[in-house]
């Protein structure tokens, strides 16, 4: 069974960058999608990004397109997700996920999620 741990994450300014980690084991990263979703107590978890098995189909929502990049390294089993210009409506809880064999479509559900982290953009 995969298992994913998240790293990163923490206080920084409005402008600032931080970096969320997402360390899997079990199984090699070759085969799964990776998927990063955002949630903000009391409203619905949102789709931030996501990166496909092949690594050939990457998609960002239109909120941090431009900021925020995703990458996977399948040699490490892990992946990131680097996060630029932050703003406050960036604060969240961040949530990686992985899909095995996944291909990114908006109607695939993730199988394997990680403990969240905490992600705070204030001054």
């Known amino acids: 069974q995969l298992h994913l741990v998240q790293s990163g994450g923490g206080l920084v300014q409005p402008g600032g960058s931080l970096r969320l980690s997402c360390t899997a084991s079990?199984?090699?990263?070759?085969?799964?999608?990776i998927g990063w979703f955002r949630q903000v107590a009391g409203k619905e978890r949102e789709g931030v990004s996501c990166?496909?098995?092949?690594?050939?189909?990457?998609n960002y929502a239109d909120s941090v397109k431009g900021r925020f990049t995703i990458s996977k390294d399948s040699d490490k089993s892990i992946a990131t997700l680097q996060m630029d210009s932050l703003k406050p409506e960036d604060t969240a809880v961040y949530y990686c996920?992985?899909?095995?064999?996944?291909?990114?479509?908006?109607?695939?559900?993730?199988?394997?999620w990680g403990q969240g982290t905490q992600v705070t953009v204030s001054s």
């Open positions: 079990g199984y090699s990263l070759d085969y799964y999608a």
């Open positions: 990166i496909s098995t092949s690594g050939n189909i990457i």
């Open positions: 996920a992985a899909k095995g064999l996944g291909t990114c479509d908006e109607t695939e559900q993730f199988d394997f």
